[in-house]
């Protein structure tokens, strides 16, 4: 999230788009109810089922489930063709006025540059003309046709209110009643907050679904404002920390990245992380990138990360593709190119795409190891469950370690909500039986893998001997100690550059925050953003205080908020360029003539004048991007595609299949449904039910009282036209699998009309398994497509095709 | 009066102090005795008070334990009731439907209690010591690290890399564990590593 929940209250209008927060956050939604009873806000929510958050929406329209993006350039397309803009923010603020250059174009549903067989694209087009002074060359008036307002307008108008309706089935005076609400928020005063999830997420395009809400929020003035933003609503509670520590394969702590294997050395690394401002003034705080990694490598490695070895920059393992996600890694197991995996509280044979295709790639391991409070059916991927999980143990060489884990309640530390708090827990209970923490498990085996090339020798012990482990009992790291390495400490005297008589930190000190980590080994850190949540004032992540002034919603001493606790991400740009409130009822910060200040921490340097320095204080431009540049795979605007399986064909790029520029492997493209096809007429979406916690609860007696068996939801209408009944049995199919379940008919799903044609809905919960305590059944991943995101391969969950047919049911 | 004494003391002290000489003036002492002998004690008198977060979604709400014995005394802790935290921000002492039943998930049979090996071919875990599960699953990484791991691409470049075992993340772990998973994982040369956010 930019904001937090308890900002939501701030808000005029909240569109609900990709999620079902009233179902899968329900206490986070409270926030919406109470900006709807405390000031009169409104509910617009779009979703392909009449869902719980629909139940209380002012406004509710029907979407085909993978088209959100014709949907969201169609408003942006009303907003331009109408002036529904808050033009002072978007020249101020945004690279609208930006030139680009001339070889750019898009044409046909692809931009320039694109290579089939690569299924990528040659981006050298897709930026700025740089002028003679080194900068961005701009046209303040946007004039120019080439400036990126005037290429925007051009490349969304082809998403008229027609042609929205005719792709996502969305009727055309609902599609109208939705913008007209949503774009009386280009007002400086009135303010709409985006609230999304996996419904967003969860496409072969779901970043470019993202961005386009991110222009148009920007594009009527809303980022950085109180009640604003895009929010993230996310899906468990530390699924944010775990991505802001890094814990992906091209990823270090902090977002900085794993070097490639291009990069041969630390100055190569570095050159193409200058980041040097492409506008005068700007604060480009990337410009820090070395003090961020220095500070990472010496807490990993320590007295043995030095400036003669590059602070071990031969350590890092470089990559060889763009990254080993858990899709590439499930397909080389498939091709018997992996020997082992490790699973710590992640249960893949459910969580991940194509099912069959899982448990073949599963079973050609040598080994698998599991961590876990709960039996996973992961780890039990080789026991026979009947038609649940129909394999032959016997033909299953892969040996399986399975150890538990202790939970929650049994564990320390912190976890990073979707508002980025970083909330302290402490443990209550004595773990069951023999379970251990997960950090006396980690430290285990590194422990013991230590002393094996210590004993044995191998190859290149070297970053395994020497990785930094001075912790008290070197068997089990304790969570304020491992805190306090993420936060980082000055190992030698670190003084103020401004002012060098001014001491930042003692040596041997911990850190205030980032502000004082530095590049020449003087300093450690393990995650630069998350700096300052453990420093001499304490652990700050602890801390209880409930004070509000004002009641802002912002909570500034309520545990630690990252970056710098600064409660809303981009706060400069919720004032003018004198530095005043946008809306003065709403004010987070404001300039005095000297500095910034006011409810919140500065998301700018405090002195930094209003009118010189622009907000977007990450990005070299200073300011927000409409156009990307060559910072995506599929485009520097988001256009539309259809879902890989989709019920019927491209609209605006006839011979465009998919996203074109999604990675898609060998064997998978066969296992996709034709779009239109025949044989799987019929669109399915997978989700939560509020009873239900993806597998975990299913384990849970309450929650599996409340919701015992698996369904699939299906409408009046193709029940009718099916023989189906309310309760009746149906069999489910996919080109990849097949489940049976109940049927519920109901009225919350109705069939859309696309491009004149019918299209039924057909949606599958995902929360039943084959252990635990509620009733054995199937998920949507036993049928759901094996692709990902063309930026960062988050499975297509959402939109895929299927048949059905009723079926007697089980004899009971 | 002891000016050391704070507020919440002062009060309890006056308000037992008060009860007595209220039951002793109406003369019902014994019959209050018998009747308060026969109710059921407040089941969270005598408890611990741990604050916690719910394990499940992103909200996050603050909840707060109430356990019989105290971790932090070092006694064995059997939590007996979970509930919202009133003071927290986020929820102010509401849950959902998974939230309010967390006691069933401490408690859930199916909690692990011991490592367990299930061997190749075979259809069954056996139980086995931490000792033999850790060692054994540090010398299947160590043998194949030692069998594939790749110092050097075809270009002579170091590269470091570790790629025929991999490491998947969870997103219910505290920030912490995941900073000491991602020294253990990188240090051994990693690449095949993802979380549960990507899906």
């Known amino acids: 999230m930019t904001n937090s929940w308890t900002d939501i209250k701030n808000t005029d209008l909240v569109i609900i788009m990709g999620g079902n927060a009233a179902e899968a956050h329900p206490c986070g939604f409270k926030w919406v109810t109470e900006a709807k009873a405390n000031r009169g806000a409104k509910l617009i929510v779009v979703d392909p089922r009449f869902t719980r958050s629909a139940s209380v929406a002012d406004l509710y329209a029907p979407i085909r489930q993978g088209t959100d993006i014709a949907f969201l350039l169609g408003m942006i397309n009303y907003c331009i063709q109408n002036d529904k803009v808050q033009w002072d923010y978007v020249k101020a603020f945004t690279n609208a006025s930006y030139i680009v250059k001339d070889g750019f174009a898009y044409k046909d549903g692809l931009f320039t540059g694109y290579d089939e067989a690569k299924r990528d694209y040659d981006k050298s087009t897709w930026d700025y003309v740089i002028g003679p002074d080194g900068y961005a060359v701009v046209d303040d008036t946007l004039a120019n046709p080439r400036c990126v307002w005037n290429l925007l307008k051009e490349h969304v108008s082809v998403y008229t209110p027609e042609m929205v309706e005719r792709i996502c089935g969305t009727p055309k005076d609902k599609f109208l009643k939705v913008v007209e609400m949503v774009s009386e928020c280009s007002s400086p005063t009135k303010v709409m907050t985006s609230m999304y999830a996996l419904g967003w997420t969860q496409h072969s395009k779901g970043s470019q679904n993202i961005r386009a809400m991110a222009m148009l929020q920007l594009i009527l003035g809303n980022i950085g404002m109180r009640g604003g933003g895009m929010n993230a609503l996310r899906g468990h509670s530390n699924i944010q920390g775990l991505t802001d520590v890094g814990l992906m394969s091209n990823l270090l702590p902090g977002y900085l990245t794993i070097p490639n294997e291009k990069e041969v050395d630390f100055e190569t690394y570095m050159s193409t992380r200058g980041f040097k401002p492409l506008r005068p003034n700007q604060m480009s705080y990337w410009q820090n990138y070395r003090k961020f990694f220095v500070s990472f490598q010496k807490a990993m490695w320590g007295t043995a990360a030095t400036p003669q070895n590059d602070f071990a920059y031969d350590w890092l393992p470089k990559l060889d593709v763009s990254g080993y996600d858990i899709l590439r890694a499930l397909e080389l197991m498939g091709q018997g190119k992996m020997t082992g995996y490790l699973c710590q509280g992640f249960n893949p044979l459910l969580a991940a795409p194509n099912r069959k295709k899982v448990t073949d790639s599963l079973s050609k391991l040598k080994f698998l190891v599991t961590m876990d409070p709960l039996d996973t059916e992961t780890s039990r991927f080789w026991e026979n469950h009947g038609e649940f999980n129909d394999v032959d143990s016997s033909q299953i060489q892969t040996e399986v370690i399975q150890l538990p884990a202790t939970c929650f309640a049994e564990d320390e530390g912190s976890l990073t909500n979707s508002s980025r708090w970083l909330q302290w827990h402490w443990p209550g209970g004595t773990p069951p039986g023999e379970a251990k923490t997960d950090n006396w498990i980690m430290a285990q085996i590194h422990v013991r893998l230590k002393e094996l090339y210590r004993k044995e020798g191998g190859k290149f012990p070297d970053p395994i001997v020497n990785l930094d482990w001075a912790y008290a009992d070197p068997n089990e790291p304790t969570a304020e100690e491992l805190a306090k390495e993420i936060n980082g400490k000055a190992l030698t005297t670190v003084y103020d550059t401004a002012d060098p008589t001014k001491v930042l930190a003692e040596a041997g000190k911990l850190l205030p925050g980032f502000a004082a980590l530095r590049d020449d080994g003087s300093t450690t850190c393990g995650c630069w953003i998350y700096s300052g949540c453990f420093n001499e004032k304490g652990n700050n992540m602890a801390r209880r205080d409930t004070s509000d002034p004002d009641e802002t919603g912002a909570y500034s001493k309520w545990t630690f908020s990252w970056p710098a606790n600064r409660r809303i991400l981009y706060n400069r740009a919720s004032a003018d360029l004198n530095g005043k409130p946008w809306d003065p009822s709403r004010k987070i910060i404001e300039w005095d003539g000297t500095k910034w200040s006011g409810y919140d921490v500065p998301d700018i340097v405090p002195t930094a004048k209003p009118g010189e320095v622009g907000p977007f204080i990450m990005n070299p431009e200073g300011v927000s991007r409409l156009f990307t540049r060559g910072m995506m795979r599929d485009g520097p605007f988001p256009a539309h595609y259809e879902p890989f399986e989709s019920p019927l064909g491209n609209l605006v790029a006839p011979n465009v299949r998919g996203n074109p520029a999604a990675r898609v492997f060998k064997g998978d493209f066969e296992q996709f449904a034709e779009p239109a096809s025949e044989e799987f007429p019929y669109a399915a979406t997978s989700y939560r039910l509020t009873e239900h916690f993806h597998y975990w609860t299913k384990h849970v007696h309450t929650n599996a009282v409340l919701q015992p068996e698996f369904f699939v939801e299906i409408s009046e209408e193709l029940a009718a036209e099916k023989g189906i009944t309310k309760g009746g049995w149906v069999h489910v199919w996919s080109k990849r699998g097949s489940v049976e379940a109940k049927a519920v008919v109901t009225k919350r799903i109705k069939p859309l009309i696309c491009d004149g044609k019918p299209v039924h809905v057909i949606g599958i919960p995902l929360h039943w398994g084959f252990t635990g305590v509620a009733r054995k059944g199937f998920g949507p991943n036993s049928l759901t497509p094996f692709v990902g995101d063309a930026n960062i391969e988050t499975p297509e969950y959402k939109a895929f095709l299927v048949n059905i047919e009723p079926i007697a049911g089980p004899v009971a | ?199």
């Open chain 2, 1 to 199: 009066m002891n000016m050391e004494l704070s507020r919440r003391q002062f009060l309890g002290a006056v308000g037992a102090g008060a009860a007595a000489t209220a039951l002793g003036s109406l003369g019902f002492g014994e019959i209050e005795a018998a009747h308060a002998e026969a109710i059921r004690a407040f089941k969270l008198v005598g408890t611990t008070e741990t604050r916690n977060t719910c394990p499940y979604c992103s909200v996050a709400c603050g909840v707060i334990m109430y356990s019989k014995g105290d971790r932090t005394k070092g006694e064995q802790a059997d939590i007996i009731h979970i509930e919202g935290d009133t003071d927290h921000p986020t929820n102010r002492g509401t849950l959902c439907p998974k939230g309010a039943a967390l006691l069933d998930f401490v408690k859930s049979e199916t909690r692990l209690k011991y490592p367990m090996i299930r061997k190749p071919g075979s259809d069954k875990f056996e139980r086995v010591s931490w000792d033999e599960a850790l060692d054994r699953i540090v010398r299947l990484m160590k043998d194949d690290r030692d069998a594939n791991f790749v110092e050097r691409n075809e270009a002579g470049v170091p590269v470091n890399r570790w790629i025929t075992t991999g490491f998947l993340a969870a997103s219910a772990t505290t920030n912490e564990t995941a900073w000491e998973t991602y020294k253990v994982v990188r240090s051994a040369g990693m690449l095949v590593f993802d979380n549960q956010a990507r899906v």
